[in-house]
């Protein structure tokens, strides 16, 4: 079965510093694997994905994320945290073809950024 | 092109009251999902449905029903709300590629 597992409930980090949030999925096949972002008493927004290819992955808003198949791992950075960036991330993995595409999430990592 | 809507956007229920969970897509997205969300535990699977006429069970199912009558309507009904189903509901759609798209949600609170 597969999981996803992200790693602190809570970041915090000083406006500029580098933005680190972690994430490590089971998966017995190579899965598929999503960043959404929420901001306050919003929907998910797809800040990138992974499906094929290259494992270095780039999204909106400057982030981008690296696919590691040995560490089974899908970690979301950013070199310069902005005030806005402020929110809740969800890792998401996926087995595309299998249960129709349903989405797995992890339990979400809340950035705050302190200026 | 608005995407996926929901409606309403807040709602708060009575136990043992009943309610529809509308959600429309205009997206012409086979594929549709209906999410909960509680604090701390990320979004779980409550019902999915590949096409019109077609709908499956998910991760967390119980207490609730769907159904899909045409492309664009997936509403999700709550019968005898019990408070174990406050939260914030998030329906999804996708195309034949893999991307959700995510509607802004409702949020549900059983008294």
């Known amino acids: 079965a597969q999981s996803v597992t992200q790693l602190g409930s809570h970041v915090s980090v000083s406006e500029g510093a580098l933005v680190l949030l972690r994430c490590n999925y089971s998966?017995?096949?190579?899965?598929?694997l999503f960043w959404y972002v929420q901001y306050p008493n919003q929907g998910l927004q797809l800040l990138l994905k992974?499906?094929?290819?290259?494992?270095l992955v780039k999204g909106i808003n400057g982030f981008e994320a690296e696919f590691k198949k040995s560490e089974t791992s899908f970690h979301l950075t950013k070199p310069s945290a902005h005030m806005s960036d402020a929110a809740e991330y969800f890792c998401?993995?996926?087995?595309?073809?299998?249960?129709?595409?349903?989405?797995?999430f992890g339990k979400g990592t809340k950035l705050s950024v302190k200026p | 092109n608005a995407g996926v809507t929901q409606t309403p956007k807040f709602r708060i229920l009575k136990i043992g009251q009943s309610m529809t969970l509308q959600c429309t897509q205009d997206m012409n997205h086979n594929y549709m999902y209906w999410y909960r969300q509680d604090p701390g535990m990320g979004l779980k699977l409550i019902y999915y449905s590949v096409g019109a006429g077609i709908t499956d069970k998910g991760e967390v199912p119980n207490g609730y029903n769907v159904s899909r009558s045409t492309t664009e309507d997936f509403p999700l009904r709550l019968e005898l709300a019990a408070p174990s189903q406050t939260s914030v509901y998030f329906c999804?759609?996708?195309?034949?590629?893999?991307?959700?798209?995510f509607g802004p949600g409702t949020r549900l609170t059983v008294l």
């Open positions: 998401a993995v996926s087995l595309y073809g299998g249960s129709q595409g349903n989405l797995i």
């Open positions: 992974y499906t094929t290819g290259a494992t």
């Open positions: 999804a759609s996708r195309p034949e590629t893999i991307t959700q798209y």
């Open positions: 998966s017995s096949v190579p899965p598929y």
